[in-house]
């Protein structure tokens, strides 16, 4: 299996495995089911369950069906840092290049070469010969998309490539520990490392990446390297274990960043 290179703030490569191209297809289809669901349940209360008809109808078809639809990817990569429901159920995840989680503007970037689905979207809004129109239109366009992916080095297609992100696979869970924030709940904490606030929210993230590639794969020599690229930039010494002296980094970031 292709793996790809992820660059850190560090100057350190992260090697992830590119996300199989099986994995992603079904990520896609998994998500278009979640959507034509959404839509028929949804179109089903306003109509059969409200009786809502007339212009009045196509207003709040437009605001609770058809923009839902065309702002799911976005919305959720962004919420539970680059998956889908989709993507979660395959493992997969959408990664920044330059290592950790995107960016919300590389999220959007990622969404706006969505363009050629956005009228299988719209398709809900003109129905009858309208949808089989679209779709073929969709599919001719999603063959080029799969070319692309097919002969890019990373397996990107052209959001990827526009946004400098890439699809990559992982098991490891999506969850609020997975993003810089960690709760404090220790009486008079003692920060250890106050130097640590010189790194930024990314560098952060970048830290809880490679722990959390550290403990699936149990292989910790990219910890080690980045624990010691910390200590020159940071001109701090520590004889802790690298595991440990990462996490009181991340501790002592979210402790003195919370009290500025």
């Not at 920044?96 to 809004?125: A, N």
């Not at 990219?222 to 940071?234: M, N, P, Q």
């Amino acid at each position: 299996m292709s793996n790809v290179l992820i660059s850190t703030p560090f100057n350190i490569a992260l090697d992830f495995e590119i996300a199989p191209f099986i994995k992603r297809l079904l990520a896609y289809f998994l998500d278009l089911a979640i959507m034509v669901a959404y839509a028929v349940l949804m179109r089903y209360v306003l109509y059969d369950g409200l009786q809502l008809d007339g212009d009045f109808a196509f207003g709040v078809d437009l605001f609770l069906v058809t923009l839902p639809l065309l702002l799911y990817h976005p919305v959720f990569e962004i919420i539970f840092h680059g998956q889908s429901p989709g993507k979660m159920a395959a493992g997969i995840r959408v990664m920044s290049v330059e290592g950790g989680d995107p960016t919300i503007s590389q999220y959007l970037l990622r969404w706006f070469f969505r363009v050629w689905e956005w009228p299988l979207v719209f398709s809900f809004v003109l129905p009858g010969f309208w949808i089989m129109y679209q779709l073929i239109f969709v599919g001719m366009l999603g063959i080029i998309v799969v070319i692309i992916i097919a002969v890019t080095a990373k397996n990107q297609r052209l959001g990827d490539l526009a946004a400098n992100t890439a699809i990559v696979s992982t098991k490891i869970q999506s969850s609020i520990h997975d993003t810089v924030f960690m709760e404090i709940t220790q009486k008079n904490y003692a920060v250890k490392f106050p130097e640590v606030l010189k790194l930024s929210d990314r560098d952060i993230n970048t830290i809880k990446t490679v722990l959390n590639e550290a403990y699936k794969r149990n292989n910790y020599e990219t910890a080690h390297r980045i624990a010691g690229r910390i200590k020159a930039v940071l001109k701090v010494e520590s004889d802790m274990e690298v595991d440990v002296f990462l996490q009181q980094l991340i501790a002592d970031y979210n402790y003195l960043a919370t009290r500025e």
